[in-house]
Each structure stands twice: as C-alpha cells, then as structure tokens.
C-alpha cells in the first residue's frame, strides 16, 4: 500500500523538482550570508578596492587563457585577497558576515590550479557580483 501512494505522489512531486533545479540556478546565494534586518552591511574601504581589484584583474584575463594564465589570476586575486584581510579592522556582525562572503570565495581562487579553472573564473566572477547586494561603505 505504502508503494502505491508514493506512485501516486510522483506527478506532484516531479514538477516541483523540475521547478525548484530550474529556478535555482537563477539565484545565487552564499550559505550563511544575510541582510542586516533589510539593510546591507557596512564595511571598510580597503575591502570595496580589494573587490574593485579582483574583479579588474578577472576583466583582464586574456580570451582563451591557458594554466599560466589561471595562475597568475589566482596570485592577482590572492594578493587583493590578503590586503582585504590585512586591513580589516570591522567588528560585530559585519565583520562575521563579510567573512562568511569571502571564505567561499578563497575556496574558489584555491581551484584556479586545477582544470576546474575556466569555470572558476565565471563562479568567482558571480560571488564577487554578490558583494554589492550585501555590503556598503560605511560612513565614517
């Protein structure tokens, strides 16, 4: 009995399925990362011209780059990367947040040596388009 009620819930289900895979690539959302009540979270300037930086440097990536192209992305975006850290002098909540963006975002810069590497531009490229969605400057 139990066999014939879980057939008879597969038209149902099937097209929520379909559904939620189709419209699930159209958004992107980073685990752990949200609003502040509505508002977005302010941060440093050193991290607005660390983001500024990388997404310049994924800009000038030649067509057709080959692994030492990758590379030299990845040591371009590394050292953005690491003068965000360096400079970060945010605290509470904010602070949290902005490291719940970037830490994903390390993880993807780590796999630019792998042959994953053309579509970690594109995903790397996407997470930084997230930062504006999130952050602000703050007002000093």
Not at 4 to 21: F, G, T
Not at 52 to 63: G, Q, R, T, V, W
Request: net charge negative; hydrophobic share 35%; charged share 25%.
């Amino acid at each position: 009995m139990a066999t014939l009620r879980c057939r008879s819930l597969l038209p149902v289900l099937i097209p929520i399925i379909v559904l939620a895979e189709c419209t699930s690539g159209t958004s992107v959302s980073i685990d752990g990362l949200y609003l502040n009540g509505g508002y977005k979270w302010p941060v440093n300037e050193a991290t607005i011209v660390g983001l500024d930086e990388m997404k310049n440097a994924i800009a000038s990536l030649e067509p057709n780059p080959g692994p030492e192209d990758y590379l030299s992305l990845q040591s371009e975006l590394q050292t953005s990367f690491q003068t965000i850290f360096d400079k970060c002098d945010m605290e509470g909540e904010a602070h949290e947040q902005l490291h719940a963006y970037l830490f994903p975002l390390m993880g993807k810069m780590r796999r630019l040596e792998t042959e994953e590497a053309p579509q970690m531009v594109e995903e790397i490229s996407s997470h930084i388009d997230l930062f504006d969605d999130y952050f602000e400057p703050r007002s000093n």
